[in-house]
């Protein structure tokens, strides 16, 4: 059982550069979400969506696209890459159906530097 | 607005002696509490979770929480640390939708 799948684990992009970071799970999730850590400041939600079609904006969502085109895919990204965006990124998924463990699964996360 | 205050940033401690991490939060509803590990280099695991039910929860590896309505905290509490015990924990409060914020996280390092 893959849970969440990130890809790729690391990136060095110059400024300007786009990229997408891939996240993919396999536990049909309806929940998925996009979060960046950075030092001192735990992890910031960025976009969620709460099935396909739908995505919503979290507390730092500037300079960041997202689509869910699937249940199980929900790419993030950046299309002018700035310094500001050097972080480690993480995608996670949980279940919405009433009853079931909502416990939120992590990917391995994606270290990105901007140059 | 939601959000969680992790009182210690950092917090070194010898193997066996006890641990307890502050966490408050603040959010306006019925709360679902977590608490997340981050092994170095690794990505985040839960140590456990409240939900509803008894206010003492038990996770894994010794851990456990305490559940506080009237003081809107979720403090981690361990016995005894040990030396894998390193690492960086996270509360976090999810409300609706099962977005989740989270603290700044603790830094813990054990020494033998």
């Known amino acids: ?115 | 607005a939601q959000s969680v205050s992790q009182h210690n940033h950092h917090v070194i401690l010898s193997e066996a002696a006890s641990l307890e991490l502050g966490c408050n939060y603040s959010y306006g509803g019925t709360v679902n509490l977590f608490w997340y590990v981050q092994y170095p280099g690794q990505h985040l695991q839960l140590l456990l979770k409240y939900f509803s039910g008894d206010p003492l929860v038990k996770g894994i590896k010794g851990f456990e929480a305490e559940f506080i309505k009237s003081k809107f905290s979720f403090n981690l509490r361990k016995p005894s640390v040990q030396w894998s015990d390193t690492a960086e924990y996270f509360c976090a409060v999810s409300g609706g939708y099962n977005k989740l914020i989270f603290g700044a996280g603790t830094r813990l390092a054990v020494h033998p």
Request: aromatic share 10%; charged share 15%.
């Open chain 1, 1 to 115: 059982n893959a849970g969440v799948t990130q890809t790729p684990k690391f990136q060095v992009l110059k400024t300007g550069q786009s990229m997408t970071l891939q996240c993919a799970q396999d536990m049909n999730h309806e929940y998925m979400s996009w979060y960046r850590q950075d030092p001192g400041m735990g992890l910031r939600l960025i976009h969620y969506s709460v099935g396909a079609g739908i995505t919503d904006q979290g507390e730092v969502p500037n300079g960041y696209n997202v689509s869910r085109s699937t249940t199980e895919d929900f790419p993030l990204r950046l299309l002018s890459a700035a310094p500001s965006q050097t972080s480690v990124y993480f995608c996670a998924s949980s279940s919405l159906k009433l009853g079931q463990n909502t416990e939120a699964f992590f990917g391995q996360g994606t270290r990105l530097t901007v140059v």
